[in-house]
């Protein structure tokens, strides 16, 4: 059964961090494109960061660079989320996501297939 559950999220003031993991089971871990995508209340899902099956390729939106940092651990088959100087307006569930794939990780949605049940992060003004 192929699992992705994630963990870490919880309430934070601006400003503040806190870091995410995935833990993945089920899956060939290492050969998977791995991303974390966040969905506010009333709100699209939205691409926040991926990186690729080795780890060496990472890609995210323009709206979290500088503060956000995904790894991966594969020995571990754990992804991370390190999100630092968080905003009121990234309260949301963030959603850890996967796609089999040996390229450049994407920041379209729709090419996860494989995704964990959320973790909220609410982010107090």
């Known amino acids: 059964q192929v699992q992705l559950v994630e963990s870490g999220g919880g309430l934070v003031q601006a400003g503040g961090s806190l870091r995410l993991s995935c833990a993945a089971s089920?899956?060939?871990?290492?050969?998977?494109?791995m991303g974390w995508i966040r969905q506010a209340p009333g709100k699209e899902r939205e691409f926040v960061a991926a990186i690729g099956y080795r780890g060496s390729s990472t890609y995210y939106a323009d709206s979290v660079k500088g503060r956000f940092t995904i790894s991966r651990d594969n020995a571990k088959n754990t992804v991370y989320l390190q999100m630092n100087s968080l905003k009121p307006e990234e309260t949301a569930v963030y959603y850890c996501?996967?796609?089999?794939?040996?390229?450049?990780?994407?920041?379209?949605?729709?090419?996860?297939?494989?995704w964990g049940q959320g973790t909220q992060v609410t982010v107090s003004s």
């Open positions: 996501a996967a796609y089999l794939s040996d390229g450049f990780p994407t920041g379209n949605v729709d090419d996860y297939d494989v």
């Open positions: 089920g899956l060939p871990f290492s050969r998977y494109v």
